[in-house]
């Protein structure tokens, strides 16, 4: 039996307190003066700043995020002569390409957004060396660059990449249920519905053009592997490369090094900016361990050219070697300041706003993703969701929340006139608090007029102040959004009815997404409350597909699996009828077990709308088109 005693001396800090006696727990009266104190100024972020400046487009935005395109080699497309044989390929988007001559012929590194972009590189890139250059290999350093794939691919020319490259790009970029979540939050981080002129303009290239959505890919899968985690010397057109993890943005990202030429190119390992350990549109942690780990590799070779996707180059080996560094403790400073403030008991929110960073490591160097946001993702990676408020666990719902505060501060009326005031304060402070202000208001009543005027006056001025890129693509497509001003192909939409189009694939493609990609919706559309406790197991047959799967409803899930045998209730559908099941565009037969099954499915998410003006951007040619629920 474990008495007290036993417990004080197996925990021995916690024995010592309570030896201590309740003088311990208790805090010191003379500490309470700092509560009396005069308050110092209020903390707010450094990624938000006074000044604005006005672009070339006419955007209004704080100085860094106009200065990007500078920092990274983005101000026009060309081909760059970085070194004898290197060449960076930029300006065409958010990354860079790569061109090495090589004794076999060309080795190409990443192919672009596009064919018609990768068309252009190649050309630029022949106008600058003066003739034809015939490629040998492709090297693809992840997955999210591979689009442009047939402009450099050459007869013989070797294609390489992860072993995981393709499944990657895949899962990302495929059919799949959260596809039309992840689109339409980086819809909203890229700007991709922005105006091309005016204050809204997009102020560098760090935006993704509506042109990229619909733009043509001659993605090819890589035929020859890179084997995940190992350092590979290898010899690919006649060039000794090193092939090297970079754990950042992908788990299929690698990087190379060249001896003969003591060249580095690393996939946003050392970028322009700081490392985006979280982005706001979402995705797997990324955990800095990993990032750090490989950058320690990448210092010990003794580069003296360093290429990196999402940066200009850097030549010297000194300044190589630094550039690493910089990157390297950017994020060792952002991981091991934030368990700092986990050990001292903060949440994720304070700790994001005690977290420091010398203006060394930080001004100038924060225009992509913003640091707090960081520390937040780092508790949340260590620690999970929860803080330190008890309220957190089961806090009241978040429209009784709205009301009742709304009702505390005076009503709607007193509430729009203090976000009114607020946001017409003029200051950084006045239009952070108009937004949680118009939240309060906009839950009791997403289509309050005056709130949303507010709101959209707030969003706006923070998103010209922010030094960050990706909080102005939020901050901006929130302000055009409350003034019906969020356009594709001329017509207002809501970032709601975008996420419901795309995350709704078309028959066609669903249909040839394969059977493992459709089932993957069905876990997604089940809805336990309608599903109930009804049961039914059986195996389905797609035409074509050598196996079967077992489909079991049970207890409010959906198992889908490759069945050992068929059941006694066994269906065959070709991958037409299997998608036309999935998106519920024909009913099932009375009776039978798809009919049973379609009981517990919540299709709501699939709603059409023949004028969508998204619909028309996507190019969807089926019969009806996707309405966003919820959609304003």
Sequence with gaps: MTTRRDLLTTVPAAGALLALGPAALTRPTVARAEETAAPGPLWRSPSLVEETVTG????????????????LAMTEKRAIAVAPDIWLLAGWGIAHSMAIRAPDGWIIVDTGDSTTAAT??????EEAVGGRVRVAAILLTHWHYSDGTAAW??????????????????????????AGFYQARAISQFAVFHPDEGPDAFPNNLRFWPEKLLSESSYRPPTRLFTNGKVETLTIAGEEVRVMPNRSDSSDSVGFYFPR??????????????????????????????FLEDLRHMESYDAAVLLDLHAAPVTGEEAVRDAIRRSSDQVRLIRDQSLRMIARGMDGRAAAEAVFMPPALRKGWEVYGQVESHVRQIYSG???????????????????EARQTIALMGGPIAVRAAAAAAAAAGDIAGWQWALKLTSLLLQRDAMDADARKTRAIAARALGQRTTSSNARGWYITEALEMEGQLLAKGKSVTIAQVRAILGTPRREELAAAGTAANLAFLPVLIDPAKAGDRRLAFTLQVKGDNAAWRIEMRNGVILAEPAA???????????????????????????????????????????????????????HDQEVHLLGEGSQ
């Design 56 to 71: 070339p487009r006419g955007a209004i935005t704080s100085r860094d995020i106009g200065e990007v395109n500078d920092r």
């Design 565 to 619: 045998e068929p059941l006694p209730d066994h269906v065959v559908l070709s991958p037409a009828d299997l998608a036309d099941f999935i998106l519920g565009l024909s009913p099932s037969a009375p009776g039978t077990v798809l009919a049973a099954l379609d009981v517990g499915l919540d299709r709501s998410v699939f709603v059409f709308m023949p004028d969508s003006p998204v619909a028309e951007l996507e190019g």
């Design 261 to 290: 030429k003591r060249l580095l190119i690393s996939n946003f390992m050392v970028p322009g900016f700081i490392f985006n350990i979280y982005s706001l549109r979402g995705g797997p942690y990324r955990n800095p361990a990993g």
């Design 382 to 400: 260590t620690v999970g969701w929860f803080g330190n408020d008890v309220y957190d666990i089961n806090p009241l719902s978040i429209a009784e």
């Design 120 to 125: 252009e590189m190649r050309r630029k890139l």
């Design 153 to 178: 691919l050459d007869d013989g020319a070797e294609l390489w990449g992860h072993e995981w490259l393709d499944s990657n790009r895949t899962a990302g970029s495929g059919v799949g249920p959260l």
